[in-house]
T-cell receptor
Framework: TQLLEQSPQFLSIQEGENLTVYCNSS?????LQWYRQEPGEGPVLLVT?????EVKKLKRLTFQFGDARKDSSLHITAAQPGDTGLYLC??????????????FGSGTQLTVLP | KAGVTQTPRYLIKTRGQQVTLSCSPI?????VSWYQQTPGQGLQFLFE???????NKGNFPGRFSGRQFSNSRSEMNVSTLELGDSALYLC??????????????FGEGSRLTVL
């Protein structure tokens, strides 16, 4: 059983449409990150959310951390082909320190068609 | 500043062989983590090193090992390769932030194919 469940697993939409990706868990995380990975590349950090209820915006991307810090969502407005990629959420358990281990969700493969 | 560098980028091995992968973290980063990525299992944590000491270990067999050098460069080794070890192996380094939230900076990965 995945500690972090992402949905949907695959998403194919037309350019200009909006979409939301969900990341859910029964565990409480001290922080949660969202990464995007393109083919042949490693994941790249998009955002980190730390406080329950926190909302962060990155251009057309809006990230929200649930009040109980168990879930998160990523909303993309007016998607563009450049948004295509594998979106991964990753939750951090435990207290501060570089020994923290991130748990990754299974990922959402997004394809935006022109 | 330079990113995380992994070598080699691609390699092909046969069952029973062993492989060593190398990772140079971002300058100043002392924590290096390794992940295995496969289509079926996603990103799975292998281990983390900090100041030459293994701090965390994932649920992988003893065939998977690693080490870190005094300059923070890290290597991971897989012995007696199996077909199921075919994967993208990702290295990530971590710098300390004010929130100490452990953001990872990934390399491009080493794609291992076991025949």
């Amino acid at each position: 059983t995945q500690l972090l469940e992402q949905s949907p697993q695959f998403l194919s939409i037309q350019e200009g449409e909006n979409l939301t990706v969900y990341c859910n868990s029964s565990s409480v995380f001290s922080s949660l990150q969202w990464y995007r990975q393109e083919p042949g590349e490693g994941p790249v950090l998009l955002v980190t959310v730390v406080t329950g209820g926190e909302v962060k915006k990155l251009k057309r991307l809006t990230f929200q951390f649930g009040d109980a810090r168990k879930d998160s969502s990523l909303h993309i407005t007016a998607a563009q082909p450049g948004d295509t990629g594998l979106y991964l959420c990753a939750g951090a358990l435990g207290s501060s320190g570089s020994a923290r281990q991130l748990t990754f969700g299974s990922g959402t493969q997004l394809t935006v068609l022109p | 500043k330079a990113g995380v560098t992994q070598t080699p980028r691609y390699l092909i091995k046969t069952r029973g062989q062993q492989v060593t992968l190398s990772c140079s973290p971002i300058s100043g980063h002392r924590s290096v983590s390794w992940y295995q990525q496969t289509p079926g299992q996603g990103l799975q944590f292998l281990f983390e090193y900090f100041s030459e000491t293994q701090r965390n270990k994932g649920n992988f067999p003893g065939r998977f090992s690693g080490r870190q050098f005094s300059n923070s460069r890290s290597e991971m080794n897989v012995s007696t390769l199996e077909l199921g070890d075919s994967a993208l192996y990702l290295c990530a380094s971590t710098g300390r932030t004010l929130a100490n939230t452990g953001e990872l900076f990934f390399g491009e990965g080493s794609r291992l194919t076991v025949l």
